[in-house]
């Protein structure tokens, strides 16, 4: 009997870290952030927070996904501001690759669309570490949308991650 359990213990423990290796990914839908994407299987981290700017009131939501082992984060975060941000898109992302350039170093950027909606794919290291880091940005109406993935990251999931993310508007 204690064979049985032996074995089935150990059946059940290779299943379960196939299952883990494999890199499920879940669906994540934000109703407040008008967007959903897929995340590897593992831990959800929700903030959010309103910001005054000289534009107006500012509302961020911020998830952060960590993988199982806990040493893989994935990022998204959905800026609302008070007024629609497309007309001036092509200033929105420069402003965002110039406040990169203030402490970081650009390896490379490409212009992106999502969905008929102007962004940029941008891959940096950041300082102090000299870690890289992959974003993508996206104005959508409103919406600042910013998807981070680090370095640690395998560029298959990065482009699962990034790929996945859809606007719900």
Request: proline share 2%.
């Amino acid at each position: 009997m204690r064979k049985k359990i032996l074995v089935l213990s150990v059946m059940l423990f290779l299943i379960c870290a196939t299952v883990v290796a494999s890199g499920q990914w879940q669906t994540y839908k934000s109703a407040e952030g008008a967007f959903q994407l897929q995340f590897p299987n593992g831990s959800l981290d929700k903030r959010e927070l309103v910001t005054d700017t000289p534009a107006g009131k500012v509302k961020t939501q911020m998830i952060s996904f960590r993988n199982l082992t806990g040493n893989t984060v994935y990022t998204v975060t959905a800026n609302a501001y008070p007024n629609s941000l497309e007309e001036n898109s092509k200033a929105v992302l420069d402003g965002v690759i110039q406040g990169i350039k203030i402490s970081d170093r650009i390896i490379s950027e490409q212009d992106v669309s999502l969905q008929g909606h102007a962004g940029k794919r941008i891959r940096y290291k950041q300082h102090p570490d000299w870690q890289e880091v992959e974003i993508a940005v996206f104005v959508v109406e409103n919406y600042l949308y910013m998807l981070t993935a680090d370095s640690s990251n395998k560029q298959e999931d990065i482009n699962i991650f990034f790929d996945s993310f859809q606007i719900l508007m």
